[in-house]
């Protein structure tokens, strides 16, 4: 059974940073593509970043370009997501998810397309 919790949410004022981890049971980070999802309150599940097992490169969306970065622990079987200047828009709950690696064609940006998600920790950033 693959288990993936979320820690780090919390209430941050606008220009601040908080660091997501995602801890992942039942399957190995290594062998998964994984990403960070949002969803805001009245709005859709919308893409943050993703990293892929077996490219060695990471993506974001273009309004967390620059501040947040993905990366892996593969000794905790955990992913971080570092988020640095913080906007008031930022605010939302922040959900891990992965998949099974993918060698082909594979949206990283569309939530469909992956299986295990974690129950989703709350950020709030005030201004």
């Known amino acids: 059974q693959v288990q993936l919790v979320e820690s780090g949410g919390g209430s941050v004022q606008a220009g601040g940073s908080l660091r997501l981890s995602c801890a992942a049971s039942?399957?190995?980070?290594?062998?998964?593509?994984m990403a960070w999802f949002r969803q805001a309150p009245g709005k859709d599940r919308e893409f943050v970043a993703a990293?892929?097992?077996?490219?060695?490169?990471?993506y974001y969306a273009d309004h967390v370009q620059g501040r947040f970065t993905i990366s892996r622990d593969n000794a905790k079987n955990t992913i971080h997501l570092q988020m640095n200047s913080l906007k008031p828009d930022d605010t939302a709950v922040y959900y891990c998810?992965?998949?099974?690696?993918?060698?082909?064609?594979?949206?990283?940006?569309?939530?469909?397309?992956?299986?295990?998600w974690g129950q989703g920790t709350r950020v709030t950033v005030s201004s």
């Open positions: 998810t992965a998949d099974r690696v993918h060698f082909g064609t594979f949206d990283h940006m569309n939530p469909r397309e992956y299986e295990y």
């Open positions: 039942g399957r190995t980070v290594s062998d998964s593509d």
């Open positions: 990293m892929r097992a077996h490219i060695v490169f990471t």
